[in-house]
């Protein structure tokens, strides 16, 4: 099957700083997704992004899928963005099997 | 309109008893699906539904069961429970269309299940 990899894994950052998080996919999509999931475990859907580059207040997403990879911005960040962001991708000819990287850990510090 | 409904939120249960997680929506969503999480892991995909009546194996089906018998619930079932099932488990849904392609996936809260 595809196989999703993030990077990094964990990170720290003082609020008000910025960051990138990467999505590696190995084998062409039709879907990728980013999820944030927070400290109470709820997860929702920031970006649906299988191309091109979409923007949402201080988050904005980048996929270049010709590349097999995705790009998670997340500027100024406040105490809570903390949580973990997954990426999520469908692989181009299996409809409906979202499979999920292992993910980002973010915590944002005062 | 509630979303996506998982019921119950923490359960303890002992190895070889058997349970159904309740997952309910009310958006007339033709797509759900349901999830483990483990410690330190993405989701891995359990089973999908694309409809009532439609069920397919995900990633880790083996030793769990479901059915859609109405557009609104996709149960799951643990027959007989073991250790290696202690984890968190969500259900999801959405509109289904070419694959999810652009549609919202919506999570319920998760479930909390230990095997002891």
């Known amino acids: 099957g595809i196989q999703v990899e993030q990077s990094p894994p964990d990170l720290i950052l003082q609020e008000g700083a910025n960051s990138t998080l990467r999505c590696n996919f190995s084998?062409?999509?039709?879907?990728l997704q980013w999820f944030h999931q927070n400290p109470w475990g709820q997860l929702i859907n920031l970006f649906y992004?299988?191309?091109g580059t979409k923007q949402n207040g201080r988050l904005s997403a980048t996929t270049v899928a010709t590349e097999r990879y995705s790009l998670l911005y997340i500027s100024s960040s406040q105490t809570t963005d903390s949580g973990v962001y997954f990426c999520?991708?469908?692989?181009?000819?299996?409809?409906?099997?979202?499979?999920f990287g292992t993910g980002t850990r973010l915590q944002v510090t005062l | 309109n509630a979303g996506v409904t998982q019921t119950p939120k923490f359960q303890v249960l002992k190895t070889g008893q058997s349970m159904t997680l309740q997952c309910a929506q009310d958006?007339?969503?033709?797509?759900m699906s349901w999830y483990r999480q483990d410690p330190g892991m993405g989701l891995r995909l359990i089973h999908y539904?694309?409809?009532?009546?439609?069920?397919d194996q995900g990633e880790v089906p083996n030793g769990y069961n479901v059915s859609r018998s109405t557009t609104e619930d996709f149960p799951l079932r643990l027959l007989s429970a073991a250790p290696s099932q202690t984890s968190v488990y969500f259900c999801?849904?959405?509109?289904?269309?070419?694959?999810?392609?652009?549609?919202?996936?919506?999570f319920g809260e998760g479930s909390w299940l230990t095997v002891v």
């Open positions: 999801a849904s959405s509109y289904s269309g070419t694959g999810l392609s652009g549609n919202t996936i919506y």
């Open positions: 084998d062409s999509v039709n879907n």
């Open positions: 992004i299988p191309s």
């Open positions: 999520a991708v469908i692989m181009s000819g299996t409809a409906s099997k979202l499979t």
């Open positions: 958006m007339n969503h033709e797509y």
């Open positions: 539904s694309v409809g009532a009546g439609i069920t």
